[in-house]
């Protein structure tokens, strides 16, 4: 099944979220799962990356997030992993306090923010593992969004023909995170698609399916 990349819309909070989740999991009753934690004995429970949830305190999340919240979807029929962008370390305090059940990077430019630079991976998931939490660095294959933010051209990474994304992805196998995102299958506005494409020339409309199915085979091996 998929997992919920849940963007921000005018008005989000968490308790908007709340309700999100109560439609979102009542819909979509075949939802990628995975435990609520890494480690123990948790239930499976469908995945959900909330997307800048930086905009709102820990406190708010606190009061959704925690078992003992005054709105808490912990043992409800709205229950999943939430996952938080994580963009700097002081993010770590929204994720523990907020009682997110993990991060995840989501930005494909290396270097972009903290979480996105493929060099402090192997520290996440260090921390990730010893707060039981879950990180998930996410590669992508390149990124160029100047066709829509013709001001951003700082952030462009060339593909090198499928080397960027072979490094990116390999890095985040090599991290020791338990779980892996890609930024992304189809986003081509941001230029970070790997679906199959004629663009790529001489690799090939596969190319990226291609190097997803062997880095990400042997990871999980």
């Given at each position: ?172 196998a090599s991290s020791g995170a338990t ?43």
């Amino acid at each position: 099944g998929a997992a919920i990349h849940l963007e921000p819309y005018e008005g989000r909070s968490p308790s908007s979220v709340r309700d999100d989740l109560g439609y979102l999991v009542a819909r979509y009753p075949s939802l990628y799962t995975l435990p609520r934690r890494p480690c123990g004995d948790e239930p499976r429970l469908p995945v959900v990356y909330v997307y800048d949830a930086y905009h709102n305190a820990p406190e708010a999340w606190a009061e959704v997030l925690c078992p003992g919240g005054a709105k808490t979807i912990r043992g409800t029929d709205r229950d999943v992993v939430a996952l938080a962008t994580l963009l700097g370390p002081e993010d770590k305090d929204l994720v523990e306090r907020g009682c997110f059940d993990g991060a995840y990077s989501y930005f494909a430019t290396d270097g972009f923010t903290h979480g996105s630079s493929s060099r402090h991976w192997a520290a996440l998931a260090t921390w990730a593992r010893d707060k039981n939490l879950w990180f998930s660095p996410s590669a992508g294959p390149g990124y160029d969004d100047t066709k829509i933010r013709p001001w951003n051209g700082g952030a462009t990474r060339g593909r090198g023909g499928g080397a960027y994304y072979e490094r990116m992805l390999g890095a985040a196998a090599s991290s020791g995170a338990t779980l892996l995102s890609i930024t992304s299958f189809n986003e081509w506005g941001e230029g970070t698609q790997i679906e199959p494409s004629v663009d790529y020339g001489d690799g090939g409309p596969d190319l990226y399916l291609t190097i997803t199915r062997r880095v990400g085979g042997a990871w999980r091996a």
